[in-house]
């Protein structure tokens, strides 16, 4: 509890984090309002719709690009995610466990990874994608996400990890159980929040590229759900399909608030993870 | 040295190997290939001309007004950005440190603007100032088109990155807080220190750490500006950022030869900056996170 409670500084605090709610959930609830708008209504200026209708919807769904997109990015970001924290998983523990020269390197290695600036590698990929006939498949997108969060899941992963009782498996050994049974009943289970927070955190990276979802693909084969939301065409060139636009975005938005919703306590650890404890 | 610790060594880095290789892979080897490229003539549309050039590709970018507008533009955002998110976090920080009911509706709603996808939350915010869709110019008796003007579309621009932003530099700043003891803060307040002093005087010392990990953190993301950009006004109005420039030169134009001098370029701003804050503040990365 923070020093002092009178009464004016508990309405005091409690305003601002009205005005804090708000400020945060607008530009969502005014998706959700845009894409309900009936296509007439769509330049009333207004915030809430008249009328609620799922027109925008339907059609979104009609329309071949955004499933495809939809798909390629629960494929391409949940293949990645896993990628990067088996990768990052192995890593870890032996960063935690193992004493080998070059554990301090690798973690520096990692954190300029984290750093380093996607557009300066997008050419060089563009040119060996081609090349190598990546260039808009899966694969082609998949190892620059498991790569850049690479990082995120080995930082993450290892300040989880340094917090488990290793020994307890030793424990688990003496009452009779084997190696496999003990590292499947006691390690597996005491490991797997921080495993699951890591794979949050990578997901929503893979999520929410653009960059590379521009870069490296061209049509629907690999193209995801926000290289497909920024290139969107409406029925005539001239038209801006706003009402489309929204309605995919609240469709790509509502698994992640989901998600935030569930797990917001173990989101808050990783994103604070490593960078508070000292 | 023993049989043992050799082994240990040997499945220590077995185990990184993959992880190692794959980040070699995918960031040092295409960033060397990036200045192999950098010295050609090498434009995909006439690869017939391809020459060696020597540095001819960075005396071109570097003369040329695209380049430094580019580069001022970021940097004002960057700058711009992360100025009002400190503030602005700080202030989301102490009103979840203070607040006792609604604390955990504040964090989760906090960590929304975290999560949603860049090209969603700038395309969100285009559509609120857009003068035929958005409800914003109706809300503040306007007229006018936000991002068809430089300024406008600057504060567009720079709002919609530190709405998405500030919830991860409040998150990190109320960790920090939490790290700050209460008694020191009863104490001062014993002796006479007003809020003010408090938060000045005992708070904002104790926190420089976190709040310097948060800036970098921040800066270095800032700097990377592309998403907002593309989405709201794909640098018209003389908003481009250096990634519009490199993706423009690269993906748009073929050019990979005078992108790959900018890639390379912008590679060494971001490295000059992390060297800044590193060496010039003094955080030590390295140490606070080992075990």
């Known amino acids: 509890m923070a020093v002092g409670d009178s009464r004016l500084e508990r309405l005091f605090w409690g305003a601002g984090s009205a005005l804090v709610v708000a400020y945060a959930l607008i530009p969502v609830v005014w998706i959700v309002s845009l894409s309900l708008k009936r296509s007439a209504d769509l330049g009333d200026n207004r915030f809430l719709p008249q009328v609620a209708s799922l027109e925008h919807y339907a059609a979104v769904f009609d329309d071949p690009q955004f499933s495809a997109a939809l798909w390629n990015s629960i494929g391409i970001a949940g293949i990645s995610t896993f990628a990067a924290v088996v990768l990052g998983s192995f890593a870890a523990y032996a960063i935690v466990r193992l004493q080998f020269p070059g554990r301090r390197l690798i973690l520096a290695a990692a954190l300029s990874i984290a750093m380093f600036p996607p557009v300066s590698i997008i050419g060089p990929l563009f040119n060996m994608w081609r090349t190598l006939g990546l260039y808009d498949t899966w694969p082609g997108l998949i190892i620059p996400y498991m790569t850049f969060t690479l990082p995120l899941a080995i930082w993450t992963l290892s300040a989880f990890f340094r917090e488990i009782p290793w020994d307890l498996d030793k424990a688990a050994r003496v009452d009779g159980a084997t190696p496999l049974q003990a590292f499947l009943r006691v390690i597996v289970p005491l490991a797997a929040p921080g495993v699951f927070t890591a794979a949050i955190l990578v997901f929503m990276f893979a999520w929410n590229d653009f960059l590379f979802a521009i870069s490296l693909t061209s049509t629907n084969d690999a193209r995801t759900v926000p290289a497909a939301i920024a290139f969107f065409t409406g029925s005539s060139r001239f038209e801006q399909p706003t009402g489309s636009i929204a309605a995919a975005s609240v469709v790509v938005t509502v698994p992640i608030i989901i998600v935030v919703l569930l797990f917001q306590r173990r989101i808050v650890a990783g994103l604070t993870s490593g960078a508070v404890k000292g | ?291």
């Open chain 2, 1 to 291: 040295m023993s049989r043992r610790t050799a082994a240990e060594h040997r499945l220590g880095w077995l185990l990184c190997a993959p992880a190692v290789i794959a980040m070699l892979l995918v960031t040092a080897w295409p960033m060397l290939y990036a200045l192999w490229l950098s010295m050609f003539r090498y434009d995909l549309r006439f690869p017939a001309e391809r020459e060696f050039i020597g540095f001819d590709n960075y005396l071109a970018v570097l003369g040329s007004e695209v380049w430094w507008q580019a580069l001022s533009n970021t940097v004002f955002i960057t700058v711009a950005s992360v100025a009002v998110e400190l503030v602005l976090g700080f202030v989301f920080a102490l009103i979840m440190h203070h607040a006792i009911i609604g604390r955990r509706l504040v964090r989760t709603s906090l960590l929304v603007p975290y999560g949603i996808i860049t090209v969603v939350a700038a395309m969100s915010w285009r559509f609120a100032f857009d003068p035929t869709t958005g409800f914003i110019n109706a809300l503040l008796g306007l007229e006018g088109a936000w991002l068809a003007e430089r300024g406008s579309a600057f504060f567009v621009i720079i709002q919609t990155e530190v709405w998405k932003t500030t919830s991860f530099m409040a998150l990190l700043l109320l960790a920090g807080l939490t790290l700050v003891p209460d008694d020191l803060l009863r104490a001062a307040r014993v002796d006479g220190a007003d809020a003010v002093q408090r938060f000045f005087r005992v708070t904002l010392p104790l926190m420089r750490s976190v709040i310097m990990v948060a800036l970098l953190f921040r800066t270095l993301d800032a700097f990377r500006i592309f998403d907002t950009v593309f989405v709201q006004t794909r640098g018209s109005q003389n908003t481009e950022s250096l990634s519009i420039v490199g993706y423009n030169a690269l993906i748009t134009r073929l050019n990979l030869g005078l992108g790959s001098a900018v890639s390379v370029l912008i590679f060494l701003c971001v490295l000059a900056l992390a060297a800044i804050y590193i060496k010039g503040f003094g955080i030590d990365l390295s140490q606070r996170k080992e075990p």
